[in-house]
């Protein structure tokens, strides 16, 4: 079969079935009920526009959640 001025590929079922049960954690009954279009959207978290720096807001956010731990508090929990 012939898609235009490519061939044809085998859809990577594999590859899908592994993001959707190992990444996402997804259900059976979840995976199989979901649209392409769904599943895409549900995997587009994990990537980003290269093009695109983060954004300052975005970096904040993220400083917030997951704030540096000085060096001489890091191990504080072993001295307990």
Do not use: Q, Y
């Not at 235009?4 to 259900?27: I, K, N």
């Not at 599943?39 to 587009?44: I, V």
């Amino acid at each position: 079969m012939n898609a235009g001025a490519g061939t044809a590929r085998e859809f990577p079922w594999d590859h899908v079935m592994a993001m959707g049960f190992g990444l996402l954690r997804l259900s059976p009954e979840t995976f199989w009920a979901m649209t392409p279009r769904e599943f895409e959207r549900a995997m587009s978290v994990f990537t980003r526009n290269g093009d695109e720096a983060p954004r300052r807001a975005d970096l904040a956010a993220l400083m917030r959640a997951f704030p540096d731990i000085p060096h001489n508090e890091e191990n504080a929990w072993l001295k307990t």
